[in-house]
């Protein structure tokens, strides 16, 4: 071995070192911003759940108020009729009573509008908090891939995938992909119908003492409601399909991954386009949500990364294999560099391992300017001593 290798080596690690420091250093200022819009969020929370209680609170005043202030204008009425059966005095204390009580009645409301303009004001706030405190919490992750990318031996790991220690890397980041997923989900739950529940909860407290004073408000804030349980539904179903598309396992793959489709082009405004074999037929649930997860994560990939216009899908079944072309007409890549970026690469690599736990393979067609292919091929013919051991990993990432 030269010396002029051994001095290139000893750079490139020292290089290496500096990156790591650098990225460490960053991770540990993006933990501080975390824990600190962590700790910003659970502020905003309880001054939210505090300005729900005044407003609770005044809502109670007002209907004690209004009560009063109807029981002041009779009076103000019968005295009215007749001055000569009543005292100057109990005259005069008629009509300052329901002139104080409307002034009160003034001031509560505008306590009211003023508590529900705060309120307005911390759920801006505490939006704001929670999406910059998601954005944190991905960064975070993914600086942890590139540290433990660093960490391992770069060069096998670009080289050699399946190497069995890089397999055992990618084992322990999947376990944590899975816990981020456990935590976005829990986030989603807590930040959408959670969230929703509650503001239910108090419309229809607010609706209910609406009924006998203000019957057209109670409608536009029944409506309101009625948009909020709606809403409250469309997350929950979206939040149990991205967990397991149900339908998978009554309808197929083919009918499961049209909808999604739809629903994909119809929130990014990205054509997609799906072809399928007419004679395509297959009743291996592992394969049929190997190739769903698979579409997936591939068009995750193509809204972070590629600005594509347009997306092709061919799904396809040969003798004993089901192949599937991901084509997009966005701004490609040098393939040379996939392991370089941590986001795109981690998503290929994670594609190609449910591809090869199937002993099937996937490559990557791409230039920079000229779009990306992904080509997918499995085998059908599965063998049971090597799959019966592989079934229970594939949904689980």
Known sequence: MSDGYIQSAVKMNQVLSRIFSAIEESKEEVFEITDNLNKECSRLEAKLEDVNQQIQSVILE??????????????????????????????????????????????????????????KEIEAHLRSARRNLEKAEKLTTKFSVALEFLEGNMEDFSNTITDLEQRHLMGRKIIQVQEEERKRVSREIHDGPAQSFSNILLKIEYCE??????????????????????????????????????????????????????????????????????????????????????AQEALNNITKHAQAEKVDIILDQEHKFVTMAIKDNGIGFDTQNIRRSVDNGFGIVNMKERAELLNGNLKVQSEPGKGTTLLIKIPTDKQEEETDGKNQSIDSR
Do not use: W
């Open 62 to 119: 007002l209907d004690k108020l209004e009560q009063l202030e109807k029981k002041s204008r009779r009076a103000l009425v019968e005295v009215s009729r007749d001055f000569s059966r009543h005292s100057e005095a109990k005259i005069r204390d008629a009509y300052e009573r329901a002139n104080d009580l409307q002034v009160k009645l003034i001031l509560k409301h505008k306590e009211e509008e003023k508590l529900s303009n705060e309120r």
């Open 209 to 294: 003492k609406l009924m006998d004073k203000d019957i057209e408000k109670a409608k536009t804030e029944a409506q309101v409601l009625k948009d909020l349980v709606r809403g409250s539904t469309r997350e929950i179903r979206k939040i149990i399909y991205n967990l397991r598309p149900m339908a998978i396992d009554d309808l197929g793959i083919v009918p499961t991954l049209r909808r999604y489709l739809e629903d994909f082009q119809s929130e990014t405004g990205i054509e997609i386009t799906f072809h399928c074999s007419p004679d395509f037929n297959m009743e291996d649930s592992v394969l049929q949500l190997a190739l769903f997860r698979i």
